[in-house]
């Protein structure tokens, strides 16, 4: 079992810079991937962006983005501290929502919600005007 606790979110101004943390505990290494969706209350959970892991100690890895955040976020991971980021720069007012982390246990990165075996708790992101 692998658990997740994603923080880090909080309220921001327009134009402000957010960064998410996602900490994993347990068999992380049995993780291949991981992710951040996020959720707004009556939509489905979509991808932000994903990273795939690695074999050994560095942090050298493959990102996707959803198009409406390329070049405002970017994620990253720190294998020593076991550690995913989300650097969100420039934030706008639709990137409001529930954050959360993903890992899975299969090669490849997929954008599908339901391909991820383990889930954070959700972090909250409000960006205001």
């Known amino acids: 079992q692998v658990q997740l606790v994603d923080s880090g979110g909080g309220l921001v101004q327009a134009g402000g810079s957010l960064r998410l943390s996602c900490e994993a505990f347990g068999r992380t290494f049995t993780t291949r991937s991981m992710a951040w969706f996020r959720q707004i209350p009556g939509k489905e959970r979509e991808i932000v962006a994903a990273i795939a892991l690695s074999v050994g100690s560095t942090n050298d890895s493959t990102t996707i983005y959803t198009d409406s955040v390329t070049g405002r976020f970017t994620i990253s991971i720190d294998k020593a501290k076991n550690t995913m980021y989300l650097q969100m720069n420039n934030l706008k007012l639709e990137d409001s929502a529930i954050y959360y982390c993903?890992?899975?246990?299969?090669?490849?990165?997929?954008?599908?919600?339901?391909?991820?075996?383990?889930w954070g708790q959700g972090t909250p992101v409000t960006v205001s005007s």
């Open positions: 993903a890992a899975r246990r299969s090669l490849g990165l997929t954008r599908e919600a339901a391909q991820y075996d383990y």
